[in-house]
């Protein structure tokens, strides 16, 4: 399974961003996609989740001002960006939780895409 992401780039704060993610490969079923994002110097963290059962989850951090959207038939997943800040400058990384015909799960990553919010 390979996901590639798109959309990235700058952006001054208060501005809005939108990523996608497409999803290619032969995989039995979908659990969940989402965003993931990693700043310099910092560790990777949860942005945003969308489940096969059609939940979110999203980091406190960005609630309110983030929406997660997908369609697990397409294989693709959303991530709409609005008032973005400085702090959301970050590489953000594609995520797919599969499940494989012979039974067994596991997660798969994009390349990422940078955003970086100006001041």
């Known amino acids: 399974v390979q996901l590639v992401e798109s959309g990235g780039g700058l952006v001054q704060a208060g501005e809005s961003l939108g990523l996608s993610c497409a999803a290619s490969?032969?995989?039995?079923?979908?659990?969940?996609m989402g965003w993931y994002r990693q700043a310099p110097g910092k560790q990777r963290e949860l942005v945003a989740i969308?489940?096969?059962?059609?939940?979110?989850n999203y980091s406190d951090s960005v609630k309110g001002r983030f929406t997660v959207s997908g369609d697990n038939a397409k294989k693709m997943v959303y991530l709409q960006m609005n008032k973005l800040k400085p702090e959301d400058t970050a590489v953000y990384y594609c995520?797919?939780?599969?499940?494989?015909?012979?039974?067994?799960?596991?997660?798969?990553w994009g390349q990422g895409t940078q955003v970086i919010v100006s001041s």
């Open positions: 995520w797919l939780r599969g499940v494989h015909y012979r039974g067994g799960s596991d997660d798969y």
């Open positions: 490969g032969s995989i039995f079923g979908i659990v969940a």
């Open positions: 969308n489940t096969s059962g059609g939940s979110t």
